[in-house]
C-alpha cells in the first residue's frame, strides 16, 4: 500500500541540541502506528514536522506534499488534536461546530452531532464551563465528523480518567478506524494502545530505536518466564532485559531460537512496555 | 468569501468587547436620557448669553461684570471679597437657576443663532467618546490577535483547519482596521439619535424648544463628520494597526511590552544622543493625527466650551490636508509591507511547545 508518510533523514536542531537526528520512517495507509519513546524524545518535534507546524532538515512527504510550505493543503485531509487543551476556551460548541463546517470541506456535520448526542455537552456552553472530558468528547466529535486520510493525535488522553480513556481509544477504534485511514498517535500510557496499533516507532533522544509492525514484533522478540534454577542456562542466548519476578526470572529475547527459550520455560509475545523499557535501556548502556 | 466572513464572525465572538462596549456606552446614554441627564450632565451657560431668556436686566449684566470682576480681584483677601460680594447676595439667587442646567433648558435660554453650534458639539463630543472607546477596544484587539490563541495554545487547533495563515492574518487585519471603526460610526450614529431623542423628550415635557436637535443641516453635518472621521480612521490608522499585529504574532510573552519598549527606548536614546524630539513627534503624529486634523492642533476636549467656531471650522482644512498628505499614502504602503511580514511571522514561527 501507498506510504502516506515517508520521512528521510529528518533532523531538528533546538540550540546545541538535537530533538531529532537523522530520523527516517514511512507510514502506510492504513496504519494505526504507536510513535512511542520517554519525554524529550522527539516526539512532538516530529509530528510537528509532520504536521508542517515547524521547519526541519531532511526530506518529509506527507500525502505527496512537503508539509511545511502546503500546511493548509495537507490539512484538507490531515487532522489533528494536539492534546486535550487546545480548544479555544471562548468559543461556544454550537460556535466551534459552525466554524468547523464553513471552513472544513470533509466536515459532516451530521456525524459530529451523532457523536456530540451521545455526550452531556451543551450546544450553548462554552468551552471553558466543560469539564476536561468534555472538552476531549467535543474534539474527538469534531476530529472524526472530518473524513480525513490521516489522524495524528498527541497525547490525546492526557488528563483524563482511565474510564475515558479506554472509551476514547474504543470509539477511535469502533466508529472512526475503517481500515484505510491512517492513525498516528503518541502516548505515555502504551499499554492501553497496544491492542489497536498495527504498529511501532520507538524513539529515543532524537533517533528511532524501533520500526516494526506488530506481526514483525510477535515473531522477533519474545518473553520468557524462567525459573530461577534455569536462569543462567537463559542467561547464555543474551537476553534483551532481565528482570527478577515471584518464582520467575523474566527475559526478554531478540531473534532467539524460539524451539530452545521453549524447553527453558513459558514464551510469550512481550508487551510493548516491556519491550520499550528493554529497548531503551538497551539503548541507552 | 463565505469562509472570511466566518473568520470575521470568529474575532467578534472572541472580542465580544467590540460590541459589548459601545452597546454599555449607548446604555449609558440612554439611561442618560431617560433621566434627563444627558451625557455631558450639565452645561455651564454664559449669564450674558442668557440674558435676554432668564429676564435679566442691563443693570443686572453690569453687576454681574462687577461681581465677575471682584471674584477674581487677587489683590483683595477673601473676607474682603466677602463684604464687597454682599450687595450681589439677590443676584446670585436669582442666578441660581441657571447653573447645571439639562441640555434641553440650556437650548431654551441661549440665543437662537446660538443653538445649532451647541447641538453640533454635543453631536461631536458623543462621537468622539465613540471613537475613544473603540480606538482604544482597537489597540488592544491588534496586540490580542495573533498572541491569544498562542498564549492558550488553541493556535494548535486553528492551524489543523485548512485555512492559510493570509487568510487568517488578513482577516484580523480587516476587523482591526475596518470593522472597528465601521462599529463605531454605527455606534457613534445610535449615540447622536439616542441623545437627540433624549434631548427633545425632557424638552418637550418640560415645554421648552428643541426642534434644533433635528435641524437637516446640524444632523447632516455630525453625519458627515462620522463619515469622514471614520474614512480617516480606517485609512490613517492600517499601519497602526498593522505594527501592533506585527508585535502580537512574534511576541515571545507581552505583546503589549514588545510593541511599546521599542520605539520608547528609540526615542529616549534619540534624545539621549541628539537631544531631538523628531521620533516622539512622529509617534504622536500617527497616533493621534485623526484628532489632530479634526480639531486642530490644541485638540482640546470638545463638548466642554459651547464656543466651538475653531473646532468646527478646524474640521474641513484638516482633513482634506489628512487624506491627501503622502503620509497617509506611505501609511498604507507600510501597512501593507507589515502585513506581509506577519503573516511570514505567522506562518513560520517556531514555537517551542
Redesign the interface.
Known amino acids: 500500500m501507498a506510504n502516506l508518510i515517508e520521512a528521510a533523514g529528518l533532523t531538528k536542531t533546538?540550540g546545541s541540541t538535537r530533538a531529532l537526528d537523522g530520523v527516517s520512517f514511512a507510514i502506510g495507509e492504513g496504519r494505526i502506528v504507536g510513535l512511542i519513546g520517554p519525554n524529550g524524545a522527539g516526539k512532538?518535534t516530529a509530528l510537528k514536522a509532520i504536521?508542517g507546524?515547524?521547519?526541519f532538515e531532511g526530506s518529509l512527504n506527507v500525502l505527496g506534499k512537503d508539509p511545511y510550505r502546503h500546511?493548509?493543503?495537507i490539512?484538507?485531509e490531515v487532522?489533528?488534536?494536539?492534546d486535550v487543551?487546545?480548544?479555544?476556551?471562548?468559543?461556544?460548541v454550537s460556535?466551534v461546530v459552525?466554524?468547523?463546517a464553513?471552513?472544513?470541506?470533509r466536515f459532516r456535520p451530521e456525524v459530529c452531532e451523532q457523536f456530540l448526542s451521545r455526550t452531556d455537552i451543551k450546544r450553548s456552553s462554552r468551552v471553558k464551563e466543560l469539564s476536561k472530558g468534555m472538552v476531549t468528547q467535543l474534539?474527538l466529535a469534531i476530529v472524526m465528523a472530518i473524513d480525513a486520510r490521516l489522524l495524528v493525535l498527541d497525547e490525546p488522553t492526557l488528563g483524563l480518567d482511565i474510564l475515558m480513556r479506554k472509551q476514547f481509544y474504543e470509539t477511535l477504534l469502533n466508529e472512526y478506524f475503517d481500515g484505510e485511514r491512517t492513525i498516528l498517535v503518541t502516548t505515555h500510557q502504551v499499554e492501553e494502545v497496544e491492542h489497536i496499533l498495527t504498529d511501532l516507532l520507538f524513539i529515543d533522544r532524537g533517533r528511532i530505536v524501533l520500526d516494526a509492525s506488530m506481526e514483525d514484533l510477535a515473531a522477533r522478540y519474545v518473553q520468557l518466564a524462567v525459573r530461577p534454577d534455569r536462569a543462567d542456562e537463559a542467561r547464555r542466548l543474551n537476553p534483551l532485559s532481565v528482570r527478577q519476578g515471584l518464582g520467575r526470572v523474566h527475559m526478554l529475547f531478540a531473534d532467539a531460537p524460539r524451539e530452545e527459550l521453549d524447553k527453558l520455560g513459558d514464551t510469550g509475545v512481550p508487551s510493548v512496555a516491556d519491550l520499550f523499557v528493554a529497548l531503551m535501556q538497551g539503548a541507552r548502556s | 468569501m463565505n469562509r472570511f466572513s466566518w473568520l470575521i464572525r470568529r474575532e467578534f465572538w472572541e472580542h465580544r468587547a467590540i460590541w459589548v462596549a459601545p452597546a454599555i456606552v449607548l446604555a449609558i446614554l440612554l439611561l442618560g436620557a431617560v433621566t434627563g441627564n444627558v451625557f455631558i450632565g450639565n452645561v455651564n451657560v454664559d449669564h450674558e448669553d442668557a440674558a435676554e431668556r432668564s429676564g435679566l436686566t442691563e443693570q443686572d449684566i453690569a453687576d454681574l461684570r462687577e461681581l465677575k470682576r471682584i471674584a477674581s480681584d487677587e489683590s483683595l483677601s477673601e473676607a474682603e471679597k466677602a463684604e464687597k460680594l454682599k450687595k450681589f447676595e439677590d443676584l446670585e439667587t436669582r442666578l441660581d437657576h441657571l447653573e447645571h442646567l439639562s441640555p434641553d433648558e440650556v437650548l431654551a435660554v441661549i440665543p437662537a443663532e446660538k443653538r445649532a453650534k451647541l447641538v453640533t458639539v454635543v453631536y461631536v463630543a458623543v462621537t468622539a467618546v465613540m471613537f475613544m472607546v473603540l480606538g482604544t477596544i482597537g489597540f488592544f484587539y491588534a496586540l490580542d490577535s495573533l498572541y491569544a490563541d498562542r498564549r492558550d495554545r488553541s493556535v494548535l487547533f486553528w492551524k489543523s483547519l485548512p485555512l492559510s495563515d493570509t487568510e487568517t492574518v488578513a482577516s484580523k487585519f480587516a476587523v482591526g482596521v475596518v470593522a472597528i471603526p465601521l462599529v463605531a460610526a454605527v455606534a457613534a450614529i445610535l449615540a447622536q439619535l439616542v441623545v437627540a431623542v433624549g434631548i427633545t423628550v425632557k424638552g418637550a415635557i418640560a415645554g421648552n424648544d428643541v426642534g434644533v436637535m433635528w435641524d437637516g443641516s446640524v444632523l447632516g453635518a455630525s453625519m458627515l463628520l462620522t463619515g469622514v472621521v471614520t474614512a480617516a480612521s480606517i485609512l490613517w490608522y492600517a499601519p497602526l494597526v498593522a505594527y501592533l499585529m506585527l508585535a502580537s504574532a512574534w511576541a515571545p510573552k507581552s505583546p503589549f511590552l514588545w510593541a511599546i519598549l521599542p520605539p520608547m527606548a528609540l526615542v529616549l536614546l534619540e534624545k539621549i544622543a541628539f537631544g531631538t524630539n523628531t521620533l516622539w513627534q512622529f509617534i504622536t503624529y500617527r497616533v493621534f493625527g485623526v484628532v489632530k486634523a479634526l480639531f486642530g492642533d490644541e485638540s482640546q476636549v470638545p463638548g466642554v466650551v459651547i464656543r466651538s467656531d475653531e473646532l468646527m471650522q478646524g474640521t474641513g482644512s484638516g482633513i482634506v490636508e489628512l487624506f491627501t498628505s503622502p503620509s497617509m499614502l506611505l501609511g498604507l504602503v507600510v501597512a501593507a509591507a507589515l502585513v506581509a511580514v506577519t503573516v511570514w511571522v505567522r506562518r513560520y514561527r517556531d514555537e517551542t511547545i
Open positions: 533546538f512532538t504536521l507546524l515547524s521547519r500546511r493548509h493543503q490539512m484538507q487532522c489533528f488534536i494536539a487543551a487546545v480548544l479555544p476556551r471562548w468559543i461556544r460556535q459552525d466554524f468547523v464553513a471552513t472544513h470541506p474534539h
